[in-house]
């Protein structure tokens, strides 16, 4: 998936992300292609309005999505001695960027 597809990481971001990352979700590219469709069109029951987001761009959303992030965050909190209540909501904020979408990838996603 372009945007996510480093071809290596270097050893200082790998240091970093092994000190301060409690926790990683991989996703399949499907995961973030349906997160892009969702993205992509308006959802006039909620008032969202589409927004031109490329497939990398919403990977975090993708991400937020998935109910192994409830999972994870839960596990994290148990660890650090602060469990979250099985009834509280999860929330997530996320940024959703990239504006430069391939045109015919983006029009086979919008409703």
Not at 66 to 76: A, E, N, V
Request: without cysteine; aromatic residues 4%.
């Amino acid at each position: 998936m372009q945007g996510l597809t480093t071809p290596f990481a270097g050893h200082h971001n790998v240091a970093v992300n092994l000190a301060v990352l409690d926790g990683t979700i991989t996703l399949e590219d499907e995961a973030i292609y349906r997160a892009q469709r969702r993205l992509v069109n308006d959802d006039t029951a909620s008032g969202w309005v589409g927004e031109t987001v490329e497939p990398a761009g919403a990977a975090a959303f993708a991400a937020a999505l998935d109910p192994r992030t409830d999972g994870l965050i839960r596990s994290i909190h148990g660890a650090r001695g602060t469990p979250r209540p099985t009834d509280a909501p999860l929330r997530i904020a996320v940024t959703i960027s990239g504006g430069n979408p391939d045109p015919a990838q983006l029009s086979s996603l919008r409703s």
